[in-house]
């Protein structure tokens, strides 16, 4: 007689006078399907069968979590079907009539789970991480591996990475674009190239489908950092940056900015260690083009750290940060204090703006050689002979440059007028 939901819930494992029944028994079913009921009430679904010559037994899960006879998850929308347990063994019996061992099948697919598991892209990413980031900078991996688990984990983080397609991938970082986030798209499609390209070095993809893509996003806007070109302009900064009333280590960093004109980063993470107030000299290793470079330092430039010394010299940096002094000043420090002062970050000035402004300047005012500035940029441009950066070449014209340049802010703040200054 085949089983019923009404006679499957009579049965507790308890005889008619209540006790407990020592041993297990089972409820049988139709094809093969029977119950287990377990001395403590658990209820198993199990399916005997034959197959080649030999007997064998599937688990096909418990009651009442696999019902008797299969259910839509929602019968309104009838859209999910919930197998039962005659589902799972009428399933388990197509197998059989094509030949295929339902129990082998299912460590088959366990195995391919697994391995697609170990290789899915998420895994290959966070694999990528740990030898992609070792020599950046842990703010650009934690940006880059946001992206990631913002925008691609979620649709394609579980898929092994061999079956991931172009047109998926396209999908994925289109929804970035209508975010109205194309820079994000663009760097979040290349960090995902860059995972396919170690997949497949690894021997777990055959190709990099990202490069089907190029031209699929529209290409971004160039956006220059806001900076002030014109001496007038430049002038009034600086009295501002005079009259600013803030905390001593951001009001010096603020002065040092257009002093010494290095990325913000490195500003504001200096070291006491790196720099040499007897030869007025500041060497660093610049993060993100992993060369070491040297800042001369004007005596302007100079006279700031030493101030700055006598506050923080007792620790690592010479910017530490307000809560903790063993970490550096914040990263929105400067911008903050231009902000505070009433300058538009994004349409006046920024903290890397002056960079641009003192490249501009040096060469346009000062007449300075591009190929000098550039070095004291810490830009990699290479010279008519391609030779590599060298934190010591034009050392001397960059010294009278910082020096010079030092003067002529002090004269602009001044009001006076600037006549070009011309190397020797």
Not at 46 to 69: H, M, N, W
Not at 330 to 341: E, G, K, V
Request: aromatic fraction near 8%; hydrophobic fraction near 40%.
């Amino acid at each position: 007689m085949a089983l019923t939901d009404t006679l499957i819930k009579a049965n507790t494992h308890k005889d008619a006078d209540g006790k407990v029944k020592v041993a297990p028994y089972k409820l049988y079913d139709e094809k093969g399907l029977f119950l287990q009921v377990t001395p403590n009430g658990g209820k198993w679904w199990r399916f005997k069968y034959q197959f080649d010559g030999k007997e064998k037994l599937l688990s096909l899960g418990t009651y009442p979590e696999v019902p008797l006879a299969g259910k839509w998850q929602d019968p309104k929308t009838k859209k999910i079907w919930l197998d039962g347990a005659r589902d799972k063994r009428d399933k388990a019996r197509e197998l059989i009539a094509s030949e295929v061992d339902p129990s082998e099948n299912r460590k088959n697919i366990k195995a391919t789970d697994k391995l697609n598991t170990a290789n899915s892209f998420e895994a290959l990413a966070r694999e990528w991480a740990k030898s992609y980031f070792t020599n950046k900078t842990e703010s650009h991996q934690e940006r880059t591996m946001r992206r990631l688990e913002l925008y691609i984990f979620p649709w394609l983080g579980s898929k092994a990475i061999s079956e991931i397609t172009a047109p998926q991938i396209l999908e994925t970082v289109k929804r970035i674009e209508n975010l109205n986030k194309l820079e994000t798209a663009h760097r979040t499609l290349q960090a995902t190239s860059q995972v396919f390209r170690h997949a497949v070095q690894t021997g777990r993809a055959l190709r990099d489908p990202c490069v089907d893509l190029r031209g699929a996003l529209p290409a971004t806007v160039v956006k220059h950092m806001a900076s002030f070109t014109e001496p007038k302009e430049i002038a009034e900064l600086l009295r501002a940056i005079d009259g600013f009333t803030g905390g001593f280590t951001v009001q010096t960093a603020l002065r040092l900015s257009p002093l010494v004109f290095t990325r913000p980063s490195e500003l504001r993470t200096a070291r006491w260690a790196d720099i040499d107030l007897e030869a007025n000299e500041w060497r660093y290793r610049v993060s993100k083009t992993k060369i070491d470079h040297l800042v001369p330092l004007s005596t302007q430039a100079a006279k700031l750290f030493a101030e700055m010394k006598a506050l923080s010299g007792h620790g690592e940096f010479v910017f530490q940060g307000g809560h903790d002094p063993k970490k550096p000043m914040s990263a929105a420090a400067i911008n903050a204090a231009l902000q505070r002062m009433g300058y538009d970050t994004q349409k006046d000035i920024t903290a890397h703006g002056f960079r641009a402004m003192a490249r501009t300047i040096l060469h346009e005012r000062l007449n300075i050689d591009p190929y000098v500035i550039e070095h004291q940029l810490a830009h990699k441009v290479p010279d008519a002979l391609g030779a590599a950066y060298n934190r010591t070449k034009f050392i001397e014209q960059r010294t009278a440059m910082m020096q010079a340049w030092a003067d002529y802010l002090d004269e602009l703040k001044a009001g006076a007028k600037v006549l070009p200054f011309k190397q020797a």
